[in-house]
């Protein structure tokens, strides 16, 4: 062993493992938030590309999302992250018919990236799992054993495969092509490739296909995020695990540091990269539910929790409240509960199932305790009734000094007997008309 090799041997046992390099962003139209961490992890060398793109396309917010996993260097990756989701974006039947565009902008990307090939890069490769976001679908497409999963309604779901040489059908498809599949460590395409579907790899391209299997998902409020990520993660992570740690951190860049950082203490001997998109309608969905079963109504300078079905009842009660006053008003000074029935001043203290009028009313006094007694979503009109009592001591005063000057004392008395039985007659139909309306709304 030379010098120069006794000092690689020693700075890789010696290799510090660098922080990962992240970002992240928003949509325009505030839909979607997303986050994305990469590192090398434990290896010498950088393979994993990744990219994350917002785009505007015939007046669509469209948002593109790829983790790209080279093997035999770096160089197909590289290609992929500068060159697939341009190809897309471009092909003519993007949006009326996205996922022919998916298939066909791969297989284009793929030819022209063996095209690009010099001696040195020849049996370079890479992986392509992405996510594309049209109007209210993700469409995810996958080449190669990187993932993409999704949390829907709390739970995981894997919404790509992984693409090796043991499964079946794709070792039935490369035997066919007269290909063969053979254990090397593990299953590899020829005894040297360990995933049966990729960009690039020249050599073995005519067993090794680029083309996608595409699942498409409905971005509805049940959908919260989905995780890209290369085999660095999930060599040490099962789907579940890396929602539950997704779950936990709501910013989705520090989402996705957390993960990789866990899966390099995991003992990952790759490069690891992640992408985490979180989609914002579940988050609103759930900021509506929580707002509209917590409405408050101020009354009478209360405020008044109820739920959203209480206050759906309580504005129609407020109008009805409204229309007993107004025709009642210039007759008696009577009660107006939420239902726009009078309601005996007994009653007086059930708080939170009507709303009382306290006897002193019908003596002509302001109103005071009851004023400043929640009512539950309920509406009590103090101010009319103070008034109409007012104006009828203005009545009974009036016709007191009017009588004083024009009849003896003992007619004066007589008139003011007289008078003096007015309001209680008014308190008499008050109470007729409590009883009557009562007795008619039951």
């Known amino acids: 062993m030379g010098y120069k090799d006794l000092v690689l041997s020693y700075s890789n046992k010696m290799r510090v493992v660098e922080a990962p390099a992240s970002g992240g962003g928003i949509s325009q139209n505030e839909k979607f938030s997303y986050g994305y961490a990469s590192s090398a992890g434990k290896r010498s060398s950088m393979e994993d590309f990744f990219e994350t793109r917002i785009d505007g396309i015939d007046g669509e917010i469209v948002g593109l999302f790829g983790v790209f996993d080279g093997h035999g260097g770096a160089a197909a990756a590289e290609y992929l992250k500068r060159h697939l989701f341009s190809n897309l974006i471009t092909h003519p039947n993007f949006i009326s018919d996205t996922k022919s565009a998916i298939a066909d902008a791969y297989n284009h990307t793929d030819s022209e990236l063996l095209k690009s090939e010099n001696n040195h890069t020849i049996d370079a490769g890479s992986t392509a799992s992405t996510a594309i976001l049209v109007r209210d679908r993700l469409l995810v497409a996958n080449v190669g054993d990187s993932r993409a999963v999704i949390c829907r309604a709390g739970t995981a779901f894997a919404v790509s495969r992984d693409h090796k040489p043991d499964q079946s059908d794709e070792r039935e498809r490369i035997e066919n092509a007269g290909g063969f599949v053979m254990w090397a460590g593990t299953w590899r395409v020829g005894g040297v490739l360990a995933v049966s579907r990729s960009f690039g790899d020249r050599l073995l391209k005519e067993y090794v296909i680029a083309d996608p299997e595409i699942q498409e998902e409905k971005i509805d409020d049940s959908l919260e995020f989905l995780i890209l990520a290369s085999d660095g993660l999930w060599d040490v992570f099962s789907n579940e695990e890396a929602v539950e740690v997704v779950k936990e951190v709501e910013d989705p860049e520090e989402s996705t540091k957390k993960l990789v950082g866990e899966a390099i203490k995991r003992g990952s001997a790759d490069n690891i990269t992640c992408v985490v998109v979180r989609f914002l309608e579940s988050k609103n969905a759930n900021s509506n539910a929580d707002a509209s079963s917590s409405q408050e109504i101020a009354t009478n300078g209360q405020t008044v929790v109820t739920s959203d079905a209480e206050h759906n009842v309580s504005a129609n009660e407020t109008n009805q409240d409204h229309t007993a006053v107004l025709s009642d008003l ?52 103090h101010n009319y009734m103070d008034e109409s009592v007012a104006n009828q001591k203005a009545v009974i005063a009036e016709k007191k000094a009017i009588a004083a000057t024009n009849t003896t004392s003992s007619e004066q008395s007589g008139s003011i007997g007289e008078n003096n039985q007015k309001p209680t007659a008014v308190h008499s139909d008050s109470a007729t008309s409590k009883s009557s309306n009562v007795n008619s709304n039951h």
């Open 330 to 381: 210039d007759q008696k000074p009577i009660a107006v509960s939420a239902a726009g029935r009078s309601v005996p001043s007994e009653q007086n203290g059930l708080a939170g199932e009507t709303n009382q009028v306290p006897s002193e009313i019908h003596r002509g006094s302001e109103l005071k305790s009851s004023s400043k007694q929640p009512s539950q979503g309920h509406i009590t009109v």
